[in-house]
Nanobody
Framework: QVQLVESGGGLVQAGGSLRLSCAAS????????MGWFRQAPGKEREFVSA????????YYAVAVKGRFTISRDNAKNTVNLQMNSLKPEDTAVYYC??????????????????WGQGTQVTVSS
């Protein structure tokens, strides 16, 4: 198991940027694929982005591709999500998640065994 703590959320105007960070502890961070998900009020948790163990392969939801960038630093046990050109529809609680293996699609929440507590991102119009 790995413990995950997100930070960097906040209130930003449309068109602005935020950088989310997720700090991992208690496990071998470099052995985990990492993902970011988000959940807006009244909606299901949805995939945002993921990055494989070595950082060479990344994935993005269609809604954020070209605006968000995921990265990781295995030496510092962190994964980051740079969010640019934010839109009001990006408003949600953002969660960091860890998966030791992908037995199916990287975009499914059930692939991830460990989750952070979430950080709120609010984009005003």
């Amino acid at each position: 198991q790995v413990q995950l703590v997100e930070s960097g959320g906040g209130l930003v105007q449309a068109g602005g940027s935020l950088r989310l960070s997720c700090a991992a502890s208690g496990g071998t961070f470099s052995s985990y694929h990492m993902g970011w998900f988000r959940q807006a009020p009244g909606k299901e948790r949805e995939f945002v982005s993921a990055i494989q163990r070595n950082g060479d392969t990344t994935y993005y939801a269609v809604a954020v591709k070209g605006r968000f960038t995921i990265s990781r630093d295995n030496a510092k046990n962190t994964v980051n999500l740079q969010m640019n050109s934010l839109k009001p529809e990006d408003t949600a609680v953002y969660y960091c998640a860890a998966a030791q293996f992908y037995t199916g699609s990287y975009s499914h929440t059930r692939q991830y065994t460990d989750w952070g507590q979430g950080t709120q991102v609010t984009v005003s119009s």
